[in-house]
């Protein structure tokens, strides 16, 4: 087709050059969600989804990374998406893109660069590539799009899957360009989704419906020009056509990125961090959490008692409840152990949630997106004595980076299900040379098998 401006903007982003720089800033986040994907993999309902897509031991297809099972590309992207998100732990974009960038990007061009002879630079192009379509794109569509009740982890990433996939299989512009109008055909998610099992699937179709896309460009497939834009284009008809101009992406990181130091919504780790900043001066449980946040924070959130881990993960004073109780957030918290048909299993930690209290506060510094990410608690104690701590930023921000020490924890802790703590450590360092390993295959092959075939001795 003639792609219409800014599609022809888009298309030519797709073949844009990668800085020396920005290939150097993709290393971590890439490690971080190779690990973030293997304790996702690690989780039964990985095995389920597996088995819905007949993946199996037999070679000769693409094998899903961390672990022994081969499908075709899409369904393996798929997975990885799937895998990627599952556990919310995978990192955030949280003033242009509003999504996690790293899931549906890297769980299409993992599918494609697990073949021996890509080398790991052009992964590392392919990753950067998608996040910056995600970027673009979130610069004409937000926050109308999130507003509007759209996952644009889910919208978007279909866009960034297609755009490192074009990359990643050398597409022209031209054909890039149709591999973007027909991901347009299997865009969407809610964030009605949020909480339950769909959301980090509709990050895994994502993942799919992108790399499927680029295959039938590669193949002479096209799209029609208006599918992304125009009257009925499917970025306007998300926004209510509130489309603003498309701004081309700076550097990559960019400056929302957020690598996660706690496997829940993004929008509760400021609070948590300042929690845990004031808890040790605390003698005794809090009588009283008070958090001020945003006001548009709580339509992100889910209230009332969790049914479950996915849920929990959405909940403020859950998260807080654990915080204030355990002085950490971790993995642990979320297993579905810690939970019965009730609710969290815990009875302190229910009784903790009951003092939780959440107010609006207009005051904390909002950017691009409109919605601040940081937050005000108030620590009451028993005798009425009060602590509060403002946190302006999340951990693992820009503004507050993650050191390599509390990045190579939480791989660990990633890793705990499938390999030794001193295994774990060995791997990242490992990570953090990727051009050391003779190919992107090479690499992935490190990985330990996180999830094999039910039928597989292995």
Known sequence: MDAPAPLASLAELCAAPVTPGERAAAVRPLADTLGVMLAGLADPRAADLAATLGLSAAPGRARLPGSALHGAASDVALMAGFAAHLLDFDDDETEVAMAHLSAPVLGAALALAARAETPVAMLLDGYVTGCRMMLALGSMANPALYRAG???????????????SARLLGLSPARAAEALGLAASGAGGPRGAFGGEGKPLQVGLAAANGLRAAELAAAGWTAAPGALFGARGLLGRMTGGALAPLRLPGAFPPPGFVTKLFPSCTATHAAVAELLALRPRMTAPPAEILCAVDPFVPAILIPGLPAGPDAARFSLAYCLAVAARTGA???????????D?????????????????????ESLP?????????AVVTLTAPDGTRLTGRREAAPGSAAAPLTDTQLAEKFAACLAPVARPSEARALWQRLLSPTD??????????????LTDRKDPR
Do not use: K, Q
Request: charged residues 15%.
């Open 437 to 450: 390993f003779p190919s992107a295959g090479a690499m992935l092959d490190a990985l330990p098998l996180a």
């Open 329 to 339: 957030l971790g993995p642990e918290a979320f297993e579905a152990a810690a939970f």
């Open 341 to 361: 048909a009730d609710g969290p299993r815990d009875p302190e930690i229910r009784a903790l949630m009951a003092r939780v209290r959440v107010t609006a506060d």
């Open 150 to 164: 759209w996952h644009a982890t889910s919208a978007l990433g279909s866009f960034g899957a297609a755009a490192a």
């Open 366 to 374: 909002r950017g691009p997106s409109g919605i601040a990410t940081g």
